[in-house]
């Protein structure tokens, strides 16, 4: 059983277009995020949500909706995808409090835009 | 802005060795730290955190804290091909989020 998934693995897809990513996670956390890693492999937080409420709201442009339909799921909707969208979008579920930063990641959502 | 750092890399070392990898912090309330592990094309995996001054072990990895410093360090001992990955050292800055440094590519040689 996959722990944090998420789908598609792969996008490519032409500049303008919209898409989205899909996130499951079956830890029973109440936290869960979404992080942006770049072609240098920087990893930046973008979005931290807790039990459906949005905490973490990082300086991320406007055109990327997060939604959490409940705790267990977390999505991603990106409009008109610009050629510096293409990344890796992580998914990730863990803890909050004093083991805030003991994450668990899905496999990676690798967004191509041409 | 708080900030972790780390040496990109490459950090090359023989099979059997001690590698060493560092990390920086920039925010001296930071309690917590963490190490994680990353295979090309894979995702972050967690594999040491430290919320104390001194040494934690785990198998092959130590990792150091040294809040005073502001300087978090992994030990992997008897280095072995499988280590051979991205590792990423990451702070809370009790902000209710993870920073992450950029990462230090380890390889070892056989």
């Known amino acids: 059983d996959t722990a944090v998934s998420q789908t598609p693995k792969y996008l490519v897809t032409q500049m303008g277009n919209d898409k989205s990513i899909k996130c499951e996670q079956n830890?029973?956390?109440?936290?869960m995020y979404w992080y942006k890693q770049d072609s240098k492999k920087f990893l930046k937080i973008m979005f931290s949500?807790?039990?459906?409420?949005?905490?973490i709201n990082e300086t991320v442009p406007n055109r990327f909706s997060p939604k959490s339909p409940d705790k267990a799921h977390l999505n991603l909707h990106i409009n008109s995808l610009e050629l510096g969208d293409s990344a890796v979008y992580f998914c990730?579920?863990?803890?909050?409090?004093?083991?805030?930063?003991?994450?668990?990641f899905g496999e990676g959502s690798r967004l191509t835009v041409l | 802005q708080k900030e972790v750092e780390q040496n990109s890399g490459p950090l090359s070392v023989p099979e059997g060795a001690i590698a060493s990898l560092n990390c920086t912090y920039s925010?001296?309330?930071?309690?917590?730290f963490f190490w994680y592990r990353q295979y090309s094309g894979k995702s972050p995996e967690l594999i040491m955190s430290?919320?104390?001054?001194g040494d934690k072990e785990d198998g092959r990895f130590t990792a150091q804290l040294n809040k005073a410093s502001q300087y978090v360090s992994l030990l992997i001992r008897d280095s072995q091909p499988s280590d051979s990955a991205t590792y990423l050292c990451?702070?809370?800055?009790?902000?209710?989020?993870?920073?992450f440094g950029t990462g230090t590519r380890l390889t070892i040689i056989p």
């Open positions: 990730a579920s863990g803890a909050r409090g004093a083991n805030t930063g003991e994450l668990f």
């Open positions: 830890l029973g956390h109440d936290t």
């Open positions: 949500y807790n039990n459906k409420e949005l905490i």
């Open positions: 925010d001296r309330v930071s309690q917590s």
């Open positions: 430290i919320y104390s001054n």
């Open positions: 990451a702070a809370n800055f009790g902000n209710e989020k993870l920073t």
